[in-house]
Each structure stands twice: as C-alpha cells, then as structure tokens.
C-alpha cells in the first residue's frame, strides 16, 4: 500500500520566505484530468491521499475532489497553514475517511513567526490545530527549524502537546537563506529534540533536518510517495516541487509510476554510496540539497533503464 501527494491547487493566501514552491500561476487541479488517477490507483495499491498547496481549501473544487476520493474508497488528510481552518468544516461529515490534518507553524511566538510566514496566520495556526484535535482527528504539527526559532523547541513541544497535537514533524529551510540553520546546529536540534521529546509525543524528522548521510530521505528516496501537481505531473518528492524531478504523467499506468519511483529511490542511493562511502559527520550536508544537486546524474540512470 502506498499513498500520494495531490497538490489541489498552487493558489494560497500567504507568501512565506522560506517556500520551495517559487512564484507560480494559481491553478487548480482538473477533476477530469485526474479522472484515471482516481478510478485506477486503488487497483495498484494507493490507500491515502494527501492533498496539499498552496492552500488546499482556496481550490475552487475542492470538496468536489475530497468527494470523488471518498467515493473512489480512498482514506485522506491535507496540509495546511491553518489560516482559513473554519472553511474545513463540511469534511467532518467523511470522518471514518478523514485520516489526519498536517498544520505548518515555524514558531512558539508570532515574533520568531513572522520571520518566516506572515504575522496574521500566527494565532490561527494554534486554533487550528485544538480545532481538528478536539474532534478527534489525527493532528500533526509541521514546523521549520530556522536561526530564528530553533531555540524554542521546548516551547514548541509543550505548546502542542497541550493542543492535543499528537505528533510534530520538524524540518530545515531547504536551499539557501540566511535563517539556513548550519549542519552542526541541525544536529544539535535533532538530538536535542529527542531527548525533550522522548515518551511525550512522538516526532518525526523530516530530509531535510537530515545531515549525516545514513539519514534516509523520507520523499524522493521513499518509493512510497509521489507528488502529483494540479498539471497532472508526478514528481519524486513532496518538499522541492519541480527540484524534485518528473518522474511520470498521471496518465501512465500505475505501475510504470511505481516501477519509475523505485528506479529513482535506487538510482539516488547508488550515488549516496558514491559520494558518502562512511557515516561520518559531513560538513554543511543535507538530504534535499544533496539530491538537487545529484538529481540530473540520477535521471540518467532511469532513462538508461527505461529505454
């Protein structure tokens, strides 16, 4: 069983520095276009849809989507920055459907916030996530580590658990900024984090926290998941959008998508056996950049196979 990343639309109601998305036409996802994807993915395997954005609710079909995946027999959640929670209202009718809600907040203040998203979605993104816990929905809490709020992940922590989150995935800015934390400070948080955190509420690390290279990728190295954009395009990643690279078209067959995602999971793990032979420590080193900067040679090799 597998799940997939549906990216709804590329509207969304902030502007946030440290975004991989780029500037980008708003542009919904066709219900048409995805007609295949619907009625042939559950033949394959794919239990779980996660829809995302942009904002997933700024969709002009959206609940017409989540209605055809509900019919089709699919479980699914969403990811969002919490802003508009109120407007998700209708989607607790598909309870036994509604599997999990992903809330991004990079901050326990709106000070170190607003360093990253806009100041106003502060407050909602905490009543967001008591809003879907206290119904009883699996709530995570998504937050991006930065010189700005690194420092404040006990706050964070305490905060959640005290909203009823029941697990909080932390991350790093992807490429370069100046609230970039360093390699070093990367793995300081993680082991820091881990220890706060153990037998309190669980925490997943996403790739691009990562800094050493037995850190797995959890994206575009897990065949697990792909990233299907409102064009209809399926990308090997959820967190670098086009940096990922196209590994298919929602019209190909099911299996040639998974089979083209194995590829490329194995593909980008012949190369972290070429360039990081050991496990030791490597200065400045990240899951996401690393496979942007390899991704072309990876690329290669799936053709190659492919032809």
Same mark, same amino acid.
């Given at each position: 069983?597998?799940?997939?990343?549906?990216?709804?639309?590329?509207?969304?109601?902030?502007?946030?520095?440290?975004?991989?998305?780029?500037?980008?036409?708003?542009?919904?996802?066709?219900?048409?276009?995805?007609?295949?994807?619907?009625?042939?993915?559950?033949?394959?395997?794919?239990?779980?849809?996660?829809?995302?954005?942009?904002?997933?609710?700024?969709?002009?079909?959206?609940?017409?989507?989540?209605?055809?995946?509900?019919?089709?027999?699919?479980?699914?959640?969403?990811?969002?920055?919490?802003?508009?929670?109120?407007?998700?209202?209708?989607?607790?009718?598909?309870?036994?459907?509604?599997?999990?809600?992903?809330?991004?907040?990079?901050?326990?203040?709106?000070?170190?916030?607003?360093?990253?998203?806009?100041?106003?979605?502060?407050?909602?993104?905490?009543?967001?996530?008591?809003?879907?816990?206290?119904?009883?929905?699996?709530?995570?809490?998504?937050?991006?580590?930065?010189?700005?709020?690194?420092?404040?992940?006990?706050?964070?922590?305490?905060?959640?658990?005290?909203?009823?989150?029941?697990?909080?995935?932390?991350?790093?800015?992807?490429?370069?900024?100046?609230?970039?934390?360093?390699?070093?400070?990367?793995?300081?948080?993680?082991?820091?984090?881990?220890?706060?955190?153990?037998?309190?509420?669980?925490?997943?690390?996403?790739?691009?926290?990562?800094?050493? !290279? +037995?850190? %797995?990728?959890?994206?575009? #190295?897990?065949?697990? /998941? *792909?990233?299907?954009?409102?064009?209809?395009?399926?990308? =090997?990643?959820?967190?670098?959008?086009?940096?990922?690279?196209?590994?298919?078209?929602?019209?190909?067959?099911? !299996? +040639?998508? %998974?089979?083209?995602?194995? #590829?490329?999971?194995? /593909? *980008?793990?012949?190369?972290?056996?070429?360039?990081?032979? =050991?496990?030791?420590?490597?200065?400045?080193?990240?899951?996401?950049?690393?496979?942007?900067?390899?991704?072309?040679?990876?690329?290669?090799?799936?053709?190659?196979?492919?032809?």
């Amino acid at each position: 069983m597998f799940s997939v990343v549906l990216e709804l639309t590329t509207k969304c109601n902030f502007n946030c520095s440290h975004c991989v998305r780029g500037k980008r036409v708003n542009k919904d996802a066709d219900i048409n276009a995805l007609d295949l994807f619907y009625s042939s993915g559950c033949n394959y395997g794919l239990d779980f849809i996660s829809l995302s954005g942009g904002e997933p609710i700024l969709c002009s079909n959206f609940y017409d989507q989540v209605g055809l995946i509900v019919d089709h027999g699919y479980d699914f959640g969403f990811v969002t920055n919490g802003y508009c929670y109120e407007e998700y209202e209708d989607l607790f009718k598909y309870k036994r459907q509604f599997k999990e809600v992903i809330v991004s907040s990079d901050g326990a203040t709106v000070e170190t916030y607003k360093q990253m998203r806009d100041e106003k979605g502060f407050d909602n993104s905490w009543k967001a996530l008591k809003f879907f816990s206290s119904r009883r929905i699996p709530t995570k809490l998504r937050t991006i580590l930065s010189t700005s709020n690194y420092r404040e992940y006990e706050e964070i922590i305490d905060k959640a658990i005290e909203y009823g989150v029941h697990e909080i995935a932390f991350g790093s800015i992807i490429g370069e900024s100046s609230l970039r934390l360093s390699a070093k400070q990367r793995l300081d948080c993680w082991m820091e984090i881990e220890n706060y955190a153990k037998n309190r509420i669980r925490v997943q690390y996403l790739s691009c926290l990562g800094n050493v !290279p +037995i850190f %797995r990728c959890l994206a575009a #190295l897990n065949s697990n /998941s *792909i990233r299907i954009s409102p064009e209809g395009k399926c990308y =090997s990643c959820c967190d670098m959008g086009e940096e990922a690279g196209l590994v298919g078209l929602v019209s190909d067959t099911f !299996p +040639i998508i %998974r089979m083209r995602s194995v #590829l490329l999971n194995s /593909s *980008i793990m012949s190369l972290y056996t070429k360039y990081f032979p =050991s496990r030791n420590f490597v200065d400045d080193y990240d899951t996401c950049n690393f496979c942007i900067r390899n991704y072309p040679e990876a690329k290669k090799n799936i053709q190659a196979v492919l032809q």
